[in-house]
Structures are given as C-alpha cells and as structure tokens.
C-alpha cells in the first residue's frame, strides 16, 4: 500500500512561521513533520509515499531531493489548491490501483498505521477513518456497528436523535480505495467529505475505527506548535516516537556555543545556530543557522531559519526577512 502526506495548504494560522516553511517543513526537536511522517510509514511497512506541494513549493521539492529517505518519496505540485479529495485524486497515477493511506502533514499521532490498513482491507468498505474522542474536534457521527453516518451539523442531528449515535473526531488518517476518487473530477478543488457524505447517501458508509487512548496533537497555529513543544519537552515518552521528547534542552551536534551562554526553561536550538556570549535564552526555539549576537536576552520566542538576533526580546518571533512578530502562546 502506498501513501499520501497532505501538505499543500497555505497555512494561513500558522504564520509568520508559514512565511519561511512550509506546515510540513516546521522543525520539531529538530526533526520537521514530513521526516516524522515518512519514518512512521516505512516503519509500518508502506512502500511509498506522495507529499503534494503549493505553498513554498520549491522550498519542500529542494528538501525532498537534498536528503535520503527511508521509503520512495515523491512529490507532486498543485499549481492550484486541490483540498483533501481533489489533491488525492491528482496524486492517484502516483498512489496505485489499491487503498491509499493518507494523512494531514501538520499532524502528529501514534496510531498504529498497519493496523488500520488491515482493518481496511478486511472490512469491505470504500473507506476507512481512525476516530478518537477529542471534545473541542468531535463532529463525526458514528454508530454502534462502527460506521460513519455524517459530518457537523449533520453529525450533530443525528446524535440528538439517535442514542446510539456518538461524536467523536476525525484524526485526519484515513484509508481509501483509489478507485473510489474518480468520484472527483481531475484537477478540480475538493473535499475528501464530498465523496464520503456521497458514500453515506449510497447506503455504503465508510468504516470508523476508534482508539480510547491516542497521542495526537496538530500544528495548525503557533500556539499549538509551540503547545506540542512544551508537551515533548515535558514528558519522557511523548508518545510520538520518532520526535524527539524527554528533555527541555536539544542542540543540534553543529551549533557553536561561545563564552557564557545560558540556556534556561524549554530550549531548542537547531543545525549551525552560533551563540556569541553572553548570551541568555530562557523558552526559545531557533531553527537552522540563526546567529545570537553578545548580549542577546530572549524569553518566549521562536527564531526561524537563518535570523541575525541582537539585544533583548520578549514573547515574539523574530525573522530574517518579515521581522518580527509578537507572539503570546495562550492567544
């Protein structure tokens, strides 16, 4: 079975940080999203993977082809946003004739991936959805056989009405026959829902598969970029093996520490960050190459790729070309 990493978006929630990087090229403890989802689907036995492209499109093809990976990864451009059914269908000469496993590439989860393919494979259906119980995302409504009955409002109508029928949320990793995506037109905007609300209406629902216990967190805004962070920093098995987790401290093997630095709270500074002392760091996140000039004070900040720091900063995220921002984790 083959996958798909959806990656196309905008990620308009996300920025300035989108600014600089693409959502599935944002770094986590050093490790970016699109390495996260390419070691979890080699580990689960997928023979290849589809990362779709639009926003900084050149940037994610140069980081695709400048490194190994440990399963085929190819990368197909959107020179016009597709969404969930539409990029899926575009990618579908690339996916196989068989089920496509396909995940949102601003996600991180635990799910045990063979398993859900297996499930797939053995229930019949065109489709396939891991749920969880997520309180502020559940609008989905499942029965007690397991089957998808329908999306928001929908979703909502049918719980009031029926006992039987819970809300739960959709985690984004799905399972789908190809053949089912010709339900879309090629090269034409859509949601994956479309094609599953029309499954529904044809009296042949998709099949929700349901974890009671799982690890899963999404990067959409910055304050949940900097919320997973904390989480991994905190917790010695974060749960979302390969991210890194377990320790507030990570520097890159290449970054160049000088003179008296001090590094205080969650600090995490990536490949050839150069720290000229003094320098204080107390909740800082820096990506590559960021050089911290003597006497730079810095609490609460993100520092992306390649940004010269000087002086003393507060709750912000400073930039090497869009300056800075502020930035206040709980907005």
Not at 210 to 228: C, K, N, P
Not at 293 to 314: K, M, N, Q
Request: glycine content about 10%; charged content about 20%.
């Amino acid at each position: 079975m083959r996958a798909m990493i959806l990656a196309a978006g905008l990620g308009t929630r996300l920025r300035p940080l989108t600014w600089v990087r693409p959502k599935v090229l944002q770094p986590l403890m050093g490790m970016t999203l699109l390495e996260y989802w390419a070691e979890r689907l080699a580990s689960a036995g997928f023979e290849a993977a589809v990362v779709n492209a639009h926003h900084l499109a050149d940037r994610l093809e140069a980081f695709v082809h400048e490194r190994s990976w440990p399963l085929p990864l190819h990368v197909i451009r959107e020179p016009v946003l597709l969404g969930t059914g539409g990029g899926l269908r575009n990618a579908v000469s690339l996916l196989g004739d068989g089920p496509v496993l396909a995940v949102n590439g601003d996600t991180a989860c635990d799910a045990a991936l063979a398993h859900l393919r297996q499930v797939h494979e053995t229930s019949g259906a065109k489709a396939t959805l891991l749920v969880h119980d997520c309180p502020p995302f559940n609008n989905v409504a499942v029965d007690a056989a397991g089957r998808v009955r329908g999306f928001g409002e929908r979703g909502e109508e049918l719980c009031r009405r029926d006992s039987a029928v819970r809300l739960l949320a959709f985690t984004g990793i799905h399972v789908v026959d190809s053949k089912a995506l010709d339900y879309f037109p090629r090269g034409k905007p859509a949601s994956i829902l479309e094609l599953y609300k029309d499954l529904i209406a044809r009296g042949d629902p998709p099949r929700a598969v349901f974890r009671s216990t799982l690890t899963w967190r999404e990067t959409g805004t910055v304050a949940a970029y900097w919320s997973l962070h904390r989480h991994l920093a905190a917790v010695d098995d974060g749960g979302l093996a390969p991210l890194p987790s377990g320790s507030p401290v990570r520097v890159h093997h290449s970054a160049v520490l000088e003179g008296d630095v001090r590094l205080e709270g969650m600090v995490v500074l990536d490949r050839a960050c150069r720290l000229r002392g003094p320098v204080r760091l107390k909740d800082v996140i820096a990506w590559n190459g960021v050089a911290f000039a003597p006497g730079t004070d810095l609490e609460t900040c993100i520092v992306t790729d390649g940004a010269a720091v000087a002086g003393s900063h507060r709750h912000c995220i400073l930039t090497k070309e869009k300056g800075t921002f502020p930035f206040h984790p709980n907005d």
